[in-house]
Nanobody
């Protein structure tokens, strides 16, 4: 059974940085495309970033492009999200999940969701 565990969230000041990690169990991580999503209070879960199995191809939501960087280490079964120049609107619970096919910015295209990690950007 595949499981994902996110970590690295917390309270960050506006303009600051933090890095999220997503550790995967199971044997499929190194051959799976992965994604990060986020959900703010009262809002729907939204796409943040996607990465190919090799890490060579990445995609980002327009709202984070140029500020966030997705990466992965297949030896460590871990995916990362480096978040820079954080804004109050980046406050959300961040989730990682495995891509199972379809449109890569849609939640239904992903499976094996983690429990999420809270990121709060304070001014």
């Amino acid at each position: 059974q595949v499981q994902h565990l996110e970590s690295g969230g917390g309270l960050v000041q506006v303009g600051g940085s933090t890095r999220l990690s997503c550790v995967a169990s199971g044997r499929t991580f190194s051959t799976s495309e992965m994604g990060w999503f986020r959900q703010a209070p009262g809002k729907v879960r939204e796409f943040v970033a996607h990465i190919s199995w090799s890490g060579e191809i990445t995609e980002y939501a327009d709202s984070v492009k140029g500020r966030f960087t997705i990466s992965r280490d297949n030896v460590k079964n871990t995916m990362y999200l480096q978040m820079n120049r954080l804004k109050p609107e980046d406050t959300a619970v961040y989730y990682c999940a495995q891509f199972r096919g379809g449109v890569l910015y849609r939640t239904e295209s992903y499976t094996y969701w983690g429990q999420g990690t809270q990121v709060t950007v304070s001014s």
